[in-house]
């Protein structure tokens, strides 16, 4: 089930968006949680990296963000994007060092925290797959009707 081939990554422009916004969000293909790294600090809080709860809108991660992260504004620049490929594959490509780079130790652990989380629902949305579920529906499943 891993698809690393297909959509090729565009890496200097991923590379830069990585290094210039302050509130990344990444979906992933298999599973609708997304990883939130928000890179900016004040005297109250560090920077903050997790899986959250997808949103229905910008409007709505804004809201978010007011919630769990009052003591910012809006960030001054805010990027979402879908990783075409595996949570794996993202390792793999070291796609993320110039964030890494960026981030505090702290930050650094809770992004690792974070994307072991993802590992683990990207490896129970392929067994979810492989087995069949009213989301990933098995081909040789009939219907009642």
């Known amino acids: 089930m891993r698809n690393e081939n297909g959509i090729q990554v565009d890496r200097e422009a991923l590379d830069k968006l ?7 969000t990444i979906g992933f293909t298999l599973f ?12 109250t809080a560090g920077q903050f990296a997790a899986m959250v709860e997808p949103v229905a809108s910008v409007q709505e991660r804004y809201l978010w963000l ?22 794996r594959g993202l390792f ?8 890494r780079s960026r981030l505090d130790p702290d930050a650094v652990a809770k992004l690792d925290e974070a994307l072991q989380v993802a590992l ?26």
């Not at 990207?122 to 040789?140: C, D, F, H, N, T």
């Open 66 to 87: 007011g919630k769990h992260r009052s003591g910012f504004g809006a960030p001054e620049g805010f990027a979402f994007f879908v990783w075409p490929h595996t949570v």
């Open 32 to 43: 609708p949680e997304r990883l939130l790294i928000d890179t900016r600090t004040n005297d």
């Open 92 to 99: 793999e490509r070291d796609a993320l060092a110039p964030l």
């Open 120 to 145: 683990e629902l990207e490896r129970l949305a392929m067994l979810e797959a492989v087995k069949g579920s009213e989301r990933w529906p098995a081909i040789w499943e009939r219907s009642a009707a």
């Open 18 to 24: 990585l290094t210039t916004a302050d509130l990344i």
